[in-house]
């Protein structure tokens, strides 16, 4: 069987399920998520099994499954009308094929670089930025003891930031300077969301401040790894980052 085929039918099957999800009582959608993340995670696995080596299992095939759960998460807090579940479920599975078209290009580009490699980081970044967004809003709408807030957070980031910056040299293993760096990374995502458990924000302005620093963090960590960080390039990110302390300060609670 041909790779698209494959990610054809893993990308239908996957919104089928997720469909399927919203008949599912809600005291049971914690289960029904974390059995949707595994089916995700596996039968990505298969999909992405041609030139998979025992790393990827941990930096290209968790990918999809998080993008699979954190809509899966987001997808109870949506109203039960099921036309705007439809649009939802069809949106998912176009972002599952066009998330496997690029976890195979990271696949197949190992030793090698291709052309399509740096359309391939621009998706993935995009991905990435809506996976956050997603899993931040969902933990911040449970209104948990911020200690939660920070393991669901880091639980969540982790994954997705160490995947991330690997991407950029795509080496046959996870070199610790990779590793630490995501560690460290995603423990500072984990602080600010220890603040924004204290502060009275609003959910979406939490989640999309989360989602604006990991796309700063990540934007200047790739740009050190691929060797481009330069000054043009440190000021333009500066610029960004002023602007989320504006933004910050003008939706600050009780200012």
Avoid: C
């Avoid at 998330?99 to 696949?107: A, E, G, K, P």
């Avoid at 997603?134 to 639980?155: D, E, G, H, Q, T």
């Amino acid at each position: 069987m041909r790779r698209r085929e494959k990610f054809v039918i893993v990308s239908v099957l996957l919104s089928l399920s997720l469909l399927a999800t919203q008949y599912i009582p809600l005291e049971w959608r914690y289960l029904a998520t974390a059995i949707f993340l595994l089916i995700s995670y596996f039968s990505s696995a298969w999909a992405l099994s041609d030139d998979l080596h025992s790393h990827e299992w941990l930096t290209i095939v968790p990918f999809p499954a998080l993008y699979a759960s954190s809509v899966s998460l987001f997808y109870f807090l949506l109203p039960e009308m099921f036309w705007s579940r439809l649009v939802i479920v069809a949106i998912f599975g176009i972002g599952m094929y066009a998330l496997f078209l690029t976890s195979n290009i990271f696949s197949v580009a190992k030793g090698r670089t291709i052309q399509l490699l740096y359309a391939a980081h621009a998706v993935a970044l995009f991905f990435i930025m809506i996976t956050s967004l997603l899993f931040s809003n969902v933990i911040f709408s449970l209104r948990l003891p911020f200690y939660l807030n920070a393991i669901l957070m880091f639980i969540s980031h982790f994954p997705l930031v160490l995947a991330s910056l690997w991407s950029i040299e795509l080496k046959q293993k996870i070199d610790k300077e990779i590793a630490l760096y995501s560690l460290i990374f995603t423990l500072i995502l984990t602080e600010l969301a220890i603040l924004f458990s204290f502060l009275p924000m609003q959910i979406w302005n939490q989640a999309l401040f989360i989602m604006s620093f990991l796309y700063v963090g990540l934007s200047v960590l790739q740009s050190f790894f691929k060797g481009r960080l330069f000054k043009n390039t440190v000021n333009e990110y500066n610029l960004v980052a002023i602007l989320m302390i504006v933004l910050f300060i003008l939706m600050f609670p009780g200012k």
